[in-house]
């Protein structure tokens, strides 16, 4: 029908289609609209749209331009950091004020989508395989996705698990981060990493709260680094450059959490770090990152929760975490 009318008179804008799907990931459409729709993801809010703020933290990176970042970032403390990654950017979450009232939230949320949309996606006999799957994949959040290692957790047929897991990513819970490499082949093929949309969630999911992180900071790095990716991601959805997301790891052991992409091949590597202060061997694999890359290597950044911008050289500074939405 839609296609039809969109054909007769091919003038843009007539029509909104909403979801809670991925369209590009559904199992089948009646039409698949090719060449006549726009695909727009609404990812939960970022924290300058909370905060107000237009934020082109990404658009920087790639600016070729001097870092305007010098001096101590406005005062935030790991507390009302930690407040802002728990709580997350669903406007509902983000609305309620007390942890419990968010919590209660989340919990109707996932219940919602996991067994209604995604029941009406596929015939599930085991309503509690996506639930306790969704559990298993917080619980790993930032580490590589492993179906061998998920299927003998959950006793299932990796056949299984890899159509239940591509449910969570139809549904947008879920989100991959591929491994960047010089050959455009290996990117496809190597192990990716996964997280979550978003950090309230992850929160949620994994029972932490701000108290929990302050003390355990394994814990809290990994729900960190998914925080940061997301802002990337949702900042990357309107900049001017628009790169793709990667990350970065070699068999000798260096790595780097982000890599951003532009169309003209030019890179920047983003680490994140728990901590309030930084030295030299925080920056050892944005390092090696800029020797593998060479002459399309634009500039690295280690996000951290310290107040100053720390230049380690011209292209390569440690920068507060609060710059990804005041910048």
């Known amino acids: 029908m839609i296609k039809a009318v969109i054909d007769r008179n091919r003038q843009p804008g007539r029509f909104l289609l909403t ?12 039409e698949s609209l090719a060449g006549r729709m726009e695909v727009l993801t609404l990812w939960p809010f970022s924290q300058g749209e909370i905060r107000g703020v237009k934020e082109n933290f990404v658009d920087t990176l790639f600016s070729g331009k001097s870092v ?10 790991w507390e009302e950091l930690l407040e802002s990654v728990v709580s997350g950017g669903y406007p509902p979450a983000v609305a309620r004020q007390s942890a419990a009232r968010r919590d209660a939230w989340f919990q109707s ?44 957790t959950m006793a299932l047929p990796q056949t299984t698990l890899k159509r239940y897991f ?4 139809a549904t947008f819970l879920v989100q991959l981060l591929r491994p960047w490499a010089r050959n455009l082949g290996q990117r496809a093929i190597q192990t990716p990493k996964v997280y979550l949309n978003d950090t309230g969630l992850l929160a949620h999911l994994l029972g932490v ?27 990357c959805a309107w900049s001017a450059t628009r790169p793709e997301l990667f990350y970065w790891r070699t068999v000798s052991g260096r790595e780097v959490d982000v890599v951003l992409e532009d169309r003209t091949g030019k890179v920047v590597g983003v680490e994140v770090k728990a901590a309030a202060t ?10 090696a990152l800029a020797s593998a890359v060479g002459k399309n290597w634009a500039r690295g950044v280690v996000l951290y929760t310290g107040a100053e911008t720390l230049p380690f050289s011209a292209n390569l500074h440690g920068i507060p975490i609060r710059r990804l939405w005041s910048a």
């Open 19 to 30: 979801g809670s799907a991925n369209v590009m990931l559904l199992p089948k459409l009646s």
């Open 68 to 77: 305007g970042w010098s001096g101590k970032s406005p005062a935030m403390s």
């Open 109 to 152: 949320y996932v219940t919602t989508v996991l067994q209604r949309d995604i029941r009406d996606l596929a015939n599930i006999a085991d309503t509690t395989a996506v639930p306790r799957l969704l559990s298993v994949v917080a619980a790993r959040a930032g580490g590589l996705l492993n179906f061998a290692d998920l299927s003998r």
């Open 166 to 169: 591509a449910l969570l990513e």
């Open 209 to 235: 709260t701000v108290d929990r992180l302050k003390g355990e900071g394994n814990v809290a790095g990994s729900v960190l680094e998914n925080f940061v990716l997301m802002e990337l991601r949702k900042q």
């Open 278 to 287: 930084l030295g030299s061997n925080d920056v050892g694999g944005l390092q």
